[in-house]
């Protein structure tokens, strides 16, 4: 970034919707930028300290066990947002409960050419053909360790990927579980993401098997007796025989837990925004009832038996509070702060607390997965 580019950008002391006091005032001036510009522009300024805080301690109703972790709310960042482990502590000090970062690949590689994301503003949706651009598992390792050093709180999960040149993928994430499973709250094996060739095809029922199989002895390699939970993120446009498989193997395979949903190459005919016949993967508000559709579907397939965490379209306390009566103990998101600004985590949190007092539920655990009873 040029002299020029930084001076204006911190006398606009503003980032891609993560200022709070500022937001509505600046949204348009981020918004003639291109979306990845207005988006680098974010995590410069987070790296410096120009980010805002959240509003204090969480209300004690919205506090999360899970994995042996105690999750101080449940909204947390999706993966996508930091994917090089730069800004974690910026991003929790808004107020999620926890941060996932990634995707990670074990080698740097540039994603695919740009323009790769697209807003679509009237939709509150973003479409993107990104395929994992990145720094790779060593500069990750190196900002997850200096993080942790000087950190006092927060959770992180870490999200794996693989380089879109591989051509044994196996192999790729059990690198990025050695690298990175010391570090990690959580690890993710991400299999759904639309932009990269021939990843999906990993939700088939024996090549996750065996994926889930040797991520986990790379993991207990580096960790042998107290190992990260292990997650798989799945996409939200299976079939019902591949919801079965995956649920079937999550259960069989002992998963810690699922990611529902990622982006959908799904195009609802009630988009309007004039990129949406753009290639690539659908976020926001159209995925709202279609991520959640299959979160119920998977906490159903499973019994509850095995912990989801639901994304995909949560803008408001409504969407999210759909998931968790849908099964999700957990629910990210990204897109729409985009939107929303900052201020959207803050307004979920209460909107939370109202609707579980208001159901008669003491605690978060209480209201996973009700709409089933």
Same mark, same amino acid.
């Given at each position: 970034?040029?002299?020029?580019?930084?001076?204006? #950008?911190?006398?606009?002391?503003?980032?891609?919707?993560?200022?709070?006091?500022?937001?509505?005032?600046?949204?348009?001036?981020?918004?003639?930028?291109?979306?990845?510009?207005?988006?680098?522009?974010?995590?410069?300024?987070?790296?410096?300290?120009?980010?805002?805080? =959240?509003?204090?301690?969480?209300?004690?109703?919205?506090?999360?066990?899970?994995?042996?972790?105690? #999750?101080?709310?449940?909204?947390?960042?999706?993966?996508?947002?930091?994917?090089?482990?730069?800004?974690?502590?910026?991003?929790?000090?808004?107020?999620?409960?926890?941060?996932?970062?990634?995707?990670?690949?074990?080698?740097?590689?540039?994603?695919?050419?740009?323009?790769?994301?697209?807003?679509?503003?009237?939709?509150?949706?973003?479409?993107?053909?990104? =395929? #994992?651009?990145?720094?790779?598992?060593?500069?990750?390792?190196?900002?997850?360790?200096?993080?942790?050093?000087?950190?006092?709180?927060?959770?992180?999960?870490?999200?794996?990927?693989?380089?879109?040149?591989?051509?044994?993928?196996?192999?790729?994430?059990?690198?990025?579980?050695?690298?990175?499973?010391?570090?990690?709250?959580?690890?993710?094996?991400?299999?759904?993401?639309?932009?990269?060739?021939?990843?999906?095809?990993?939700?088939?029922?024996?090549?996750?098997?065996?994926?889930?199989?040797?991520?986990?002895?790379?993991?207990?390699?580096?960790?042998?007796?107290?190992?990260?939970?292990?997650?798989?993120?799945?996409?939200?446009?299976?079939?019902?025989?591949?919801?079965?498989?995956?649920?079937?193997?999550?259960?069989?395979?002992?998963?810690?837990?699922?990611?529902?949903?990622?982006?959908?190459?799904?195009?609802?005919?009630?988009?309007? =925004?004039?990129?949406?016949?753009?290639?690539?993967?659908?976020?926001?508000?159209?995925?709202?009832?279609?991520?959640?559709?299959?979160?119920?579907?998977?906490?159903?397939?499973?019994?509850?038996?095995?912990?989801?965490?639901?994304?995909?379209?949560?803008?408001?306390?409504?969407?999210?509070?759909?998931?968790?009566?849908?099964?999700?103990?957990?629910?990210?998101?990204?897109?729409?702060?985009?939107?929303?600004?900052?201020?959207?985590?803050?307004?979920?949190?209460?909107?939370?607390?109202?609707?579980?007092?208001?159901?008669?539920?003491?605690?978060?655990?209480?209201?996973?997965?009700?709409?089933?009873?």
């Amino acid at each position: 970034m040029g002299r020029t580019a930084r001076t204006s #950008f911190r006398r606009l002391a503003v980032s891609e919707g993560l200022l709070l006091d500022r937001f509505s005032l600046t949204a348009p001036l981020l918004r003639a930028l291109d979306p990845e510009t207005a988006h680098d522009l974010t995590l410069w300024a987070l790296r410096r300290g120009l980010g805002p805080r =959240g509003t204090g301690p969480d209300n004690p109703i919205l506090a999360v066990s899970l994995w042996g972790r105690t #999750f101080p709310n449940p909204l947390g960042l999706a993966a996508g947002f930091d994917k090089n482990a730069s800004v974690i502590g910026p991003m929790l000090d808004l107020g999620f409960g926890f941060v996932e970062v990634g995707s990670v690949t074990p080698q740097p590689q540039p994603g695919n050419p740009r323009p790769r994301v697209f807003r679509l503003a009237t939709d509150r949706a973003v479409i993107n053909r990104m =395929g #994992f651009p990145g720094e790779g598992v060593a500069v990750a390792a190196r900002n997850l360790s200096a993080w942790r050093a000087r950190a006092q709180y927060g959770l992180v999960g870490v999200n794996l990927g693989k380089n879109k040149e591989t051509k044994d993928a196996v192999a790729d994430y059990a690198a990025g579980a050695r690298a990175l499973a010391a570090l990690a709250d959580y690890l993710v094996i991400n299999v759904s993401s639309p932009n990269t060739p021939g990843l999906r095809a990993l939700q088939g029922r024996s090549e996750l098997e065996d994926l889930i199989v040797q991520v986990r002895a790379a993991r207990d390699e580096v960790c042998p007796n107290d190992g990260p939970p292990l997650l798989v993120k799945i996409a939200p446009d299976l079939g019902v025989a591949e919801r079965s498989d995956i649920a079937e193997v999550a259960l069989g395979q002992g998963i810690e837990g699922l990611i529902v949903s990622n982006t959908t190459l799904q195009r609802p005919s009630s988009l309007r =925004g004039r990129h949406r016949g753009e290639a690539g993967g659908l976020s926001g508000q159209p995925l709202s009832e279609l991520s959640t559709a299959l979160l119920s579907d998977m906490y159903g397939l499973t019994g509850g038996r095995v912990p989801l965490i639901g994304v995909g379209g949560v803008g408001g306390p409504d969407q999210a509070y759909a998931k968790i009566r849908a099964g999700a103990s957990l629910i990210q998101l990204y897109t729409a702060m985009i939107y929303e600004g900052p201020g959207l985590i803050a307004r979920i949190k209460a909107g939370l607390v109202q609707r579980l007092r208001a159901d008669g539920f003491a605690k978060l655990a209480e209201a996973v997965g009700a709409d089933h009873a």
